[in-house]
């Protein structure tokens, strides 16, 4: 969102407003990906970002958001994220990672997948 290529995978409370990709079916889902990763630029339409600040979507979104900033960092070379070099692997253990954590329960557990505690 705000300039960045977002493809919705389901429906969300910010769906109406046309501020991301919405393949119609999986298979369009997994063809706009592929296009989207193939590309060598990654033309956004203007009205995602307009509508993201008219229907004040980011804020909805970051609270929902999880991190994967212990995991990957951006690479201003080739404008990708990557992954950061030289992490232990216990770092991708559950108990180590409120992302990491919130994901396994949700799947696991049934939880939300939404960290409880933002702090």
């Not at 046309?18 to 193939?38: C, G, H, I, N």
């Not at 509508?51 to 080739?78: C, I, T």
């Not at 692997?89 to 799947?107: A, M, N």
Request: aromatic share 10%.
């Amino acid at each position: 969102m705000m300039g960045k290529a977002v493809v919705c995978g389901g429906k969300a409370r910010f769906t109406p407003f046309d501020t991301a990709y919405q393949p119609a079916s999986k298979e369009a889902f997994r063809e706009q990906v592929e296009r989207l990763l193939s590309s060598e630029t990654v033309d956004v339409p203007g009205r995602f970002r307009v509508n993201a600040r008219r229907f004040h979507v980011l804020p909805a979104l970051s609270a929902l958001s999880l991190s994967f900033a212990d995991y990957l960092e951006e690479d201003s070379a080739e404008c990708r994220l990557r992954e950061i070099e030289g992490n232990p692997w216990e770092t991708f253990r559950p108990s180590h990672s409120p992302t990491l954590e919130t994901i396994v329960g949700g799947i696991a557990k049934g939880k939300g997948l939404w960290l409880e505690d933002r702090g």
